[in-house]
Every structure is written in structure tokens, then in C-alpha cells.
DNA sequence: GTGAAAGCGCTAACAT
DNA sequence: ATGTTAGCGCTTTCAC
């Protein structure tokens, strides 16, 4: 492995112009040029990066942080950062947490000894105030909207959105209406109940505590949900359900019991994966490539050094086969 | 950010003994440790990362290849691989590829130069050859079955499971059976369609040309299939298709299609995920998670120099609704 | 335009 | 046990 001093060597000029070639620095006559050109093929050299890094003080690398890349949601949200990533030469790691705060900190120390120089957060259980301390280490981004202002986050507008869902369930004619989420979440979880418990009021609903579902994340989950759902004395007629697997795995295990049309529960829905569009699911649409795409903008925006900034992108309720209107209920 | 030799000062040691505190090395008296660490507390230290890989030649971060992330079967890989890097304190970088061979050729780069240590390919469109060329500068594990000897890769027998679902095809009455593949690959496809061929041949069935479909990866691409199928002249009456999501694309567009159980056709699936479980399809197992395990076993081995392994992983073959034995065929 | 030389922060002989 | 010192391979002033 010939390093730039041997091909300097071999090209009869100084390690200073081998790196300006390397680096296409424009001040470097044309014919040495050639001659570090050829040398580099000769010895067939090529650079170390680990010592670029070392030399520039950055990597050109960051990390993405989430509970499991085992989930549509979030590999969508991964390759949507991905395309944009490598169209700039960017790299990345992979940091999967399990939403364990512990593993959560090892991606914040690699940022602090600069394995990374900056991170974004798809999901986490630590709580954003604590992961923004590290921020003196390197950018750091959210997806799911945080009401700190020293940082930058993309996300569709939650509570909106889930408000929309409600409305849209209520005009179905549905009164008795549960909401199944993926975690208990700190603040999120929070002002999303928020969200639901006053559209509920307005509905002049009680809300029956087990109709606040939470722990639902895939496909299994959402057989289980169904389970739940038989199971229990106070029946929602209609489930507001954060996610497609789940929200499926509920349908086919409806299906699977004969549940009779009228007798099943309505299902709206949040992602608008394949899948939903295939099983006939109401959803309201999460554009999750375009959400990694600017996810990853604010983050080459922050290494630029702009001010941090909030985007909130659009969503879209598709109404579908599980949403419809009732008149006996 | 203070560096080991302002550490040493403060503490009124040498960087060496601060290199050897930071490297949990054996000789070093308590004391000085002490002294060292607190040091290193008040200071606020944290190691350079970047000059510990420029100084050991190496980075404990390895490369994931493959087309892309969002699809189950990848992230289910994945999944596996990352268990055992995290728990060995490996990190890894994703190269999403799309099948282009620019693309995979950008990640043998970055072995190349040392951005990663070595390489594991979950799929390629560059020849398994070519890419082992570039084995000179770290081990590269496949996840498929490969001939060449100076290499590890960890699979299941695919030709085997391929000959035992058309066996069981056949067992349940059929003899037009068609083939549903990912997409063209060159050695693997190619010894899988002698493996069809063969199979076919023995059941004395002649093959129609438009039997063997390719390209089919996800959902949309299995709803798509069901219209092509429908197109067909000469249909077949049993599908064997290499992955989950193009299965249940299939089933599920034929559902909504209303086709009666004895007009649609017999599925064999590949992968087994909890969707197909969850429609009943029958599928063969692919034990994904563990194959990513294996996969880093196989990487962590070649790094220390052991010699090239092949594993071969069991598989299952799952019986449920979509292959039932037929009586009116 | 070009080059000499001083880092970047750490590791690892080697000497003591 | 501990310290001195020479790298690891590249970038980047600064002077010419």
C-alpha cells in the first residue's frame, strides 16, 4: 500500500502536490498533474481515508438511529435518507437501539469521539432534551416534531393528522372510537392523547381507559390486538391505529375469525405502505422517503452551520374499504 | 477538545500510560490510573476514534451491501447481522445499491480505502468473481450460495428447497407449475432454473416459456403478477415464487379479484415472514435472522485470518391454504 | 505553482 | 511499570 510520499517519489514532485491532485486543487501545472496521475496508477495507489479524516477533522460519515431497521417505517425512512446521502458522497451507520436509552447513548458516543459527525434520530427513547445535549459534538436530527428550537426535526404535523382521523371517524359515525399507538413515548405520547382525549370530548365521548392502546408496532401485534379487541366488555366500534402492520394484522386476523362485515370494527390507519393499499385499509399517507430525503437536508444544512429549522410535511387521508359510513350504530 | 497529551499532563504522567489506561492495558499502577482518569474527567475527554483507526490501521466498522433496505427479506438479514456486530462493538455502514453495479463497485471503494474494514453482500449484480478481486483488501462474506472457494458465505440449500417445493406442488396434483424469481441473476439463477427444469422434466411436464418469471420483488410487483397470470393462455395452475411480498401481492389481488379458491392458483412462497403466516401462504422458511448471524461469524472469522467457510442453514417448508392437495386437476 | 514542515491524536516498539 | 519517540498517511499553512 504506497502511500502519497512513495508516489510523490515517483513523480519527482512534493507530497503537497500529490495532495493537491488528490484533492483537485487547481493550482498544479497540468504535466505534474500527469506524472502524479500516472504514478498513482503505477503503484496503483489509493488513498487512506482513515487518515483524511484524522487530517480534516470530519468523516463525512453519520449515523441514523433507530428502534429496528426490521420495519417499513422505518426502512422506508431509511432509504429515503439513504438516496439523498449518497448523492452527496455522504456514508452512514446503522445504529439500532431497541428503543434501550443504553444503546441510544453508545450512537451519541460515537458521535462524541467522532465516528460519526452528526446523527439522525428516526425514534427514540431517550428524551430529545438529553440527546440534544450532545449536540456540541455534531448535528443532530429528529424526525417527530420536538418543541426545542436548538435543533432541526422534519414531520408531518401528528396531531393534525390524527385529529383529521377522528373527525373523519366520527363522520363515519362512529362515537366509540380507541387509539392503538406503537409506545409509550415521553412528550409525544403526551400531547397526542392530548389530541385525542379533547377530539373525544367534543364528540361528547367518554373515553374508557382501555380504549388508550399502546406497545403496537408490527404485523403480530396487530393479531394479538384483535385478541384485545374481542376480549374486551366496552367495544370501540372504530380504531384510530398508528401503524399499517398493525392495523393489518388486526384485519386478517378479523378475517381469519369470519368476523362479520358489519361486526368488525372500522380501521384508519397511519403509514399508507403497499400493504394497506392492498388489504383495503383506510390510511393517512406518512411520505416517509420524502421525510428521510429532508431529513437528511436539515442535516447537511446543520453541518453547514444554518439555523436549526422545523419542517412539517403534508399527509393525506385515503379512505378506503374500512372506513365507511355506518347507519346502525 | 483535549488530547491524550494534555490528559498526561494534567495527570503528570506520559501518554503512554494514558494510552494504556485508555486501552485497558495491564501495566499500569492504580494509582496513576487514578490520577489518569480523573483527569480525563475533569477535562472532559473523549478519545479521537479517527486517530485511533489512523494509528491501528483498522476501524471495527464493516460494510452491509444490498439493492435495498426497504424490503423485508434485507432488513430481516439486517436485523441479524447487526445483533452480533453491536454485541461485539462493530459498527457498519449501509450501501444501498439498487442492483447497480456502479453502486456496489462505490462500496468495494470503500473497502478499497479503508473506510470500512471488509464486506458483507446480501445480494449483487456485479458477478460474485469480480467482486472477490477486491478480497486483498478485507474478507467479503456472501449471503448465497457461491462456488468459489477463496471465500465464506452462509445460505440455505436453494436448489434443495426449490426441488423439494416442486415436489410438494406436485404432491398436491400439479404439473403446470410456473417459477416466479427476484430478478435475473447470473450463476445462482441460472443453477436454480436447471433446478426447475430438471423438476419438470421428471414430472414429465413440458415448460412453457412464459413460466419463468423474473423481476418480481414486492407487493405491487405480486399484484402485478396476478394480471400477468391472468393474461395468460396457458396458465399454470401452481406458482413457486422466491418471496413473501409478491406472494401475498398475488393472493391479495386475487382476492379482490373475488376468484373462487378452485380457479386461483396453488402458491409456494419463499421466506416466510409473518405476513405470509398471516395470509396463509404456504412458504418455505428462509431463517433470515440467523443467516445474518452466521453471515457475521463468518466476517468476524475472516478478519482473524480463519480460513473460508461455507454454511449451509436448514430450511422448512411450511404447509397452509394456498397448497392443498387437488382432486380436479 | 511548488515545496518544506508542522501538525491531526493516537499507538506501539524500544529503552529504562 | 513507565517514558521517549517514531510513526500511521494525509492536509495545510507559510514561504518562496
Known sequence: MPNIREIAKRAGVSVTTVSRVLNHHPYVKEEKRERVL??????????NIQAVHLAKGYSNMFGIVLPTIDHSYFSGLVTGIAEKAQACGMHFA???????PLKEKEALMSLNERRVDGLIFCSNALSDRDILKWQESGPIIF?????HDDCSAVSIAHDQAL?????????????RIAI?????EGANSQTRLQAYQDMMQSLGQDIDEKWIIEGKLTLFDGKQLFTEWQGMKNRPTALLITNDNVSAGFLLEAQRHHIKVGESP??????NEQLSEALGISSIEIPLKQMGQEAFDLYDRALKGDAPEKRVLPFRLIERATTVLQNNR
Open 163 to 175: 385529529k383529521e382521523g377522528l373527525h373523519h371517524l366520527a363522520a363515519c359515525g362512529h362515537e
Open 180 to 184: 392503538v399507538l406503537a409506545r409509550t
Open 266 to 271: 372500522a380501521i384508519l390507519s397511519f403509514q
Open 143 to 147: 424526525c417527530h416534531p420536538t418543541p
Open 38 to 47: 500516472n504514478a498513482m496508477k503505477e503503484l496503483k495507489y489509493t488513498r
Open 94 to 100: 446503522l445504529f439500532q437501539t431497541g428503543y434501550d
